[in-house]
């Protein structure tokens, strides 16, 4: 019997292979440990999302929006109508849509 080194994690971080094959049972832990890992790899991440959207939004109400319309709400819509944008556009300190800075920009 020897013992191959698959990952860390105290006794089941431990592979065992004997003759060059895997146990039925080793498989089982080896496959229930990939799935925990693989759906909790990012939870880090959506815990962060999570907070964040707690701060600007009841998080009851997510359910009532599609992951479409959700991401609007948050990001915005891809494309930039630029027409509405400068027609809704105010201008300060005597600028317009005529100054190089304006058309630079």
Aim: a negative charge; aromatic letters at 8%; glycine letters at 8%.
């Amino acid at each position: 019997l020897r013992e191959a080194l698959l990952w860390t994690g105290g006794d089941q971080g431990l592979l065992k292979v004997e003759n060059n094959q895997v146990g039925i049972e080793t498989r089982k832990a080896v496959i229930e440990e990939i799935e925990r890992r693989y759906l909790t790899r990012n939870l880090h991440c959506l815990e962060m999302l999570y907070n964040g959207v707690s701060r600007i939004l009841p998080v009851e109400l997510l359910g009532l929006f599609t992951s479409k319309e959700a991401e609007e709400l948050f990001c915005g819509v891809p494309e930039v109508d630029v027409d509405l944008l400068l027609k809704m556009t105010e201008y300060d300190s005597g600028l317009s849509q005529d100054d190089e800075e304006v058309k630079f920009f």
